[in-house]
């Protein structure tokens, strides 16, 4: 059993920056890949990366690469998005979840979510 919780969410203008955190509970953490979605109002839930348990292999949405860097760190518990270059199009709530399969980009695959934390991009 794992259980998120996301935080860092706020509202910044366009081109800013924006760093999520997602703090895990339970002691097989660094056993689950984790991943991070988005989704906004009125549209799906949408991939946006995941980093694998390791940290040796990250997976980007085209959307977000070059601008969002997933980071984990398996000792303390948590795993970050970084977020640089913010366009409004990133205005959604953003989900922490982990995965206990290696390679994981489809929401299906996770077994555990996060409540959730907004980002709002203005223009």
């Known amino acids: 059993q794992v259980q998120l919780v996301e935080s860092g969410g706020g509202l910044v203008q366009a081109g800013g920056s924006l760093r999520l955190s997602c703090a895990a509970s339970?002691?097989?953490?660094?056993?689950?890949?984790m991943g991070w979605f988005r989704q906004a109002p009125g549209k799906e839930r949408e991939f946006v990366g995941t980093i694998s348990w390791s940290g040796g292999w990250e997976y980007y949405a085209d959307s977000v690469k070059g601008r969002f860097t997933i980071s984990r760190d398996n000792a303390k518990n948590t795993v970050s998005l970084q977020m640089n270059g913010l366009k409004p199009e990133d205005t959604a709530v953003y989900y922490c979840?982990?995965?206990?399969?290696?390679?994981?980009?489809?929401?299906?695959?996770?077994?555990?979510w996060g409540q959730g934390t907004q980002v709002t991009v203005s223009s």
């Open positions: 979840a982990a995965a206990p399969t290696l390679y994981a980009v489809r929401g299906t695959e996770y077994a555990y």
């Open positions: 339970g002691r097989t953490f660094s056993s689950y890949t």
